[in-house]
């Protein structure tokens, strides 16, 4: 089945009791016995599974490709599950720029549980000359935020499982639509569910998809269900029902994004556009290779400085000046101040969430906003 079909079909069935087409949302945290004793529909509470859940993971899982999905209250709560699975002193490789969220919690959470570099991941002998006895997980993000780089997760891949060391991907910014890292042989993705499969910025979520049901990820469902960072019910309805637009939303994300970037390519005052669908991306053959789009993120760099950046952000009318990503509305942030302190970005650097309103008020706002710098 191709993908537009699995969106809408697999994270839905037509309710036993009622006949209704769509799934009702099942707020009951408890489910009834029989005179046995046993959960004849096999629920027994909210914590450890849930209609809405299973569907949700459903339809996660097959949009990967996958065989199974752990659906969690946010993606940091997904990357933090991967984390707690792992042997305490297990070694945990990086990229440097991986999600700034990600890297804090594992700087502060895990310090003196695991052991973990962040090194550039766009160089593989980096990577190999990172790796010690005891790395046990690599942990990719491509393209990485902000900077689009593009990481080979084919030939990382050969190389890690070459040395037994498993591979976790963060998939949030590419999307199952534009990547699909399973295929290319990693051994975990992971969501941030926040951003494009919500779509809409109205829910928090994460998701972790396994190609195999394996002992790893035995570990990882007990700690979903034992640890309990779970979606509610209605937060697992409301993402189901935003799937099933993903493939024409993000075919929708991708355009816009590639047109405005090549707009802002031939600005005056932009210095640098980064986004993978550019030809001057250093990175662009690897990109058409294993991405099937460019996704919808881009970043680009103004002239000027700080102030020039936050002037452009808050002179835009229809982009918003906020953080985030993946939503319908388009987004405009200066990166390097939400990163706090230790940012090493250029303070210059705009990050777009390129939404879906019509390309040529996106391309007349930031005209507009670069016309006041
Ligand atoms: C947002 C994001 C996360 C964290 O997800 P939350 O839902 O905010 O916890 C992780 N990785 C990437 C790439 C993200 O953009």
Redesign the pocket.
């Known amino acids: 089945m191709h993908i537009e079909t699995i969106a809408i079909h697999a994270g839905n069935r037509t309710d036993e009791a009622s006949q209704a087409v769509i799934q009702p949302i099942v707020l009951s945290t408890t489910f009834e016995r029989n005179e046995t004793g046993d959960y004849p529909k096999g629920y027994i509470y909210s914590r450890a599974a849930n209609p809405n859940r299973e569907l949700l993971e459903n339809v996660l899982a097959k949009l990967e490709l996958g065989a199974d999905a752990a659906a969690f209250s ?4 997904a ?1 933090m599950a991967v984390f707690q699975s792992l042997k305490p002193g297990t070694h945990v490789i990086g990229p440097d720029d991986m ?1 700034h ?2 890297r804090n919690q594992l700087k502060t959470l895990f310090a003196g549980i695991l052991e973990f570099d962040f090194v550039d991941l766009t160089d593989i002998s980096v990577f190999e000359k990172t790796i010690r006895p005891n790395t046990g997980l690599l942990w990719i ?1 491509t393209p990485s ?1 902000p900077l689009m780089k593009i990481t080979d997760i084919d030939a990382l891949v050969k190389l890690a499982h070459e040395r037994n060391i498993k591979v976790a991907c ?1 998939n ?2 590419a999307s199952p639509v534009c990547q699909q890292p399973l295929t290319l042989g990693a051994d975990l993705v ?1 969501h ?4 494009y499969l919500s779509g809409h910025s109205d829910i ?3 998701v972790l998809i396994t190609p195999v049901k394996d002992e790893w990820w035995e570990k990882i469902r007990q700690i979903q269900q034992l640890g309990g960072a779970i979606p509610s019910p209605l937060d697992c309805y409301m993402l189901t029902r935003s799937i099933k637009t993903l493939p024409y939303r993000m075919r929708g994300h991708v355009q816009n994004a590639q047109l405005l970037a090549e707009y802002l390519e031939k600005h005056p005052k932009v210095e640098e556009v980064m986004y993978p669908g550019l030809p001057s991306h250093p990175q662009y053959e690897l990109a058409k290779k294993q991405m099937n789009y460019a996704g919808g993120m881009l970043s680009f760099v103004v002239r000027g400085g700080k102030e020039e950046a936050f002037k452009v952000a808050a002179s835009c009318k229809i982009f918003t000046h906020a953080t ?2 993946g939503g319908v509305e388009s987004l405009i942030e200066q990166r390097a101040s939400n990163e706090g302190p230790d940012s090493t970005l250029p303070q210059n650097l705009l990050r777009v969430s390129v939404g879906l309103e019509h390309i040529d008020d996106l391309i007349e706002d930031i005209a507009a906003a670069l016309g006041e710098i």
Not at 74 to 77: L, P, Q
Not at 192 to 195: C, G, I, Q
Request: glycine share 22%.
């Open positions: 946010s993606g940091n709560a990357g999600y969220g990600l993000e935020n963060d949030t910014f992971m941030s569910t926040t951003k928090t979520g994460g985030s990503l």
